[in-house]
Nanobody, 120 residues
Framework: QVQLVESGGELVQPGGSLRLSCAIT????????MGWYRQAPGKQRELVAK???????NFADSVKGRFTISRDNAKNTVYLQMNSLKPEDTAVYYC??????????????WGQGTQVTVSS
């Protein structure tokens, strides 16, 4: 059974940094993409950053230049480095992994979420 184990969320002051980690446990193959989404109170879940199997990345406009995403294939782990954090970055951050089957269909897995709070 595939599970995503997230860590790294906490309270941080504006301008600070955090690194989120998401480790995949269980047997998984042919990872299509790994990424991070976030959901603030009263808002829809939104894509923050994504990295594909080929290493290409895309970011939400609101985090470009401040956040980076990386993956360690040997550890089946994806990281989100967040710098210059702002109060509007406050949200629950969810890890997302897509697995591609031979027929082209995608299976999506979600983590349980980790709280990031940016406040003085």
């Amino acid at each position: 059974q595939v599970q995503l184990v997230e860590s790294g969320g906490e309270l941080v002051q504006p301008g600070g940094s955090l690194r989120l980690s998401c480790a995949i446990t269980g047997s998984i193959f042919n990872i299509w993409a790994m990424g991070w989404y976030r959901q603030a109170p009263g808002k829809q879940r939104e894509l923050v950053a994504k990295i594909t199997g080929s290493g290409s990345t895309n970011f939400a406009d609101s985090v470009k230049g401040r956040f980076t995403i990386s993956r360690d294939n040997a550890k089946n782990t994806v990281y989100l480095q967040m710098n210059s954090l702002k109060p509007e970055d406050t949200a629950v951050y969810y890890c997302n992994v897509q697995q591609r089957y031979s027929d082209g269909t995608l299976m999506t897995y979600w983590g349980q979420g980790t709280q990031v709070t940016v406040s003085s």
